[in-house]
Structure formats: C-alpha cells, structure tokens
C-alpha cells in the first residue's frame, strides 16, 4: 500500500491535480450558465425529474468532488505520518 501511495505522488494521477480540479469545480458551481446546462443535460438524462432537481444534483456532485478530495487527503496525511 505504501508504494502504490509513493507512485500516486509521481504518476500522472488526477490526485496530483486536486488543486485545479477543485477549483474548476467550484467555478462551474459559481457559473449560473453552466449551471443551467447541467441541470437541462440531468434532466434530460433523466438523473432528475425537474431543472431543479438537475441543478441541486449537479452542486451536489461538485461538491462531492471536493470532499473526495479532501477525504483522500487526510487518508494521504495518515499513510505519510505512517510512512515517518
């Protein structure tokens, strides 16, 4: 397990590239435009019932992105202290 943490870190692994897939996140969530075609394109893929819906499920993944990250950060923060 440890290796394959080592390998995260030196990899071409979306880990590495939390910081801006975290901010692209938030920026779409702050971007009504976007916002408003991710809640027509869960509707229409029938994630939601309503554009409503559409729109709080997309905030919900995008935020969830960030928590994951955040999650696999403090896993990460663990496994290093280990590693010390």
Same mark, same amino acid.
Request: overall charge negative; charged content about 30%; some cysteine.
């Given at each position: /397990?440890?290796? !394959?943490?080592?390998?995260?870190?030196? &990899?071409?692994?979306?880990?590495?590239?939390?910081?801006?897939? &975290? !901010?692209?996140?938030?920026?779409?969530?702050?971007?009504?435009?976007?916002?408003? &075609?991710?809640?027509? @394109?869960?509707? =229409?893929?029938?994630?939601? =019932?309503?554009?409503?819906? *559409?729109? /709080?499920? =997309?905030? !919900?993944?995008?935020? =969830?992105? @960030?928590?994951?990250? !955040?999650?696999? *950060?403090?896993?990460?923060?663990?496994? @290093?202290?280990?590693?010390?």
């Amino acid at each position: /397990m440890l290796k !394959d943490f080592g390998s995260i870190l030196t &990899v071409n692994h979306p880990y590495r590239f939390r910081d801006a897939i &975290v !901010d692209l996140a938030r920026r779409i969530s702050c971007t009504l435009e976007i916002m408003q &075609v991710l809640a027509e @394109e869960y509707t =229409a893929s029938s994630i939601a =019932a309503d554009i409503e819906d *559409g729109r /709080m499920a =997309a905030a !919900d993944d995008l935020l =969830a992105i @960030e928590s994951i990250f !955040d999650q696999i *950060g403090e896993k990460f923060e663990r496994i @290093e202290a280990f590693r010390r």
